[in-house]
């Protein structure tokens, strides 16, 4: 019997969802022969970790500008007026989350 080359087996364990999405995969790469697919995947594959630091910073704004721009209109509701100072500080917290989307779409396209 010839001598193996691969002598480390590794075993794990999917679910049966998991196993058809594999199946799947494997059928769409052409291949038939699972060992040979999941070392090409483990090898060669690609893992995409995203940092969303920058979304859920960008979500914070706008939570906050939601809020405000809430608070601004009862009370124009209940006086009859609006600030300039509202208006400037909307156009203020508009201006954070248009340079916080641009700089997310920045760091996505660069993404290859």
Do not use: C
């Not at 291949?31 to 859920?56: E, F, H």
């Not at 989350?97 to 660069?110: H, N, P, V």
């Amino acid at each position: 019997m010839a001598k193996r080359r691969r002598k480390i087996p590794i075993y794990f364990m999917v679910s049966e969802q998991e196993y058809e999405q594999i199946k799947l995969k494997m059928a769409q790469y052409g291949t038939r022969n699972m060992g040979a697919y999941l070392r090409k995947m483990a090898i060669d594959g690609y893992v995409i970790r995203l940092d969303l630091s920058d979304v859920n910073e960008m979500i914070t704004l706008l939570r906050r500008s939601s809020n405000n721009l809430n608070q601004y209109t009862r009370r124009a509701h209940q006086t009859g007026r609006i600030y300039q100072t509202d208006i400037e500080d909307i156009q203020n917290r508009f201006e954070q989350l248009w340079e916080k989307a641009g700089q997310i779409l920045t760091r996505l396209a660069s993404i290859r």
